[in-house]
């Protein structure tokens, strides 16, 4: 029977951090994360690649907080490169690849692709 390898698992609910006094000052704290053997985190903000959990909403909003968002893979492969860029596209700052349309377009092309990129404008040139 497997219950001799089982050991104690905790969740979110399971887990409270009651505030009080400390004498480790902020300075002392080390909360990068070793995101791969190459890749070291600062911040600890990684959300998990579960499709209730991450999909381009969430990591644009984790991005903008300094985090990785890992997009689930039960998308396909077009999708998931879909949702990566439009978290690459919603990035602030300078656009170095922005959505352009033509002035032959339509209105409604127009919205459709603002609704797909998150974005509030598109320059026409």
Known sequence: MLTNNLREGLTFDDVLLVPAKSDVLPAEVDVSTQLTPRIRMNIPLVSAAMDTVTEARLAIALAQEGGV???????????????????????????????TMSPHQRVSEALEVMARYRISGIPIT
């Open 69 to 99: 968002g890992i997009i689930h893979r039960n998308l396909s492969v077009e999708a998931q490169a879909a949702e990566v860029d439009k978290v690459k596209r919603s990035e602030s700052g300078m656009i170095v690849d922005p959505v």
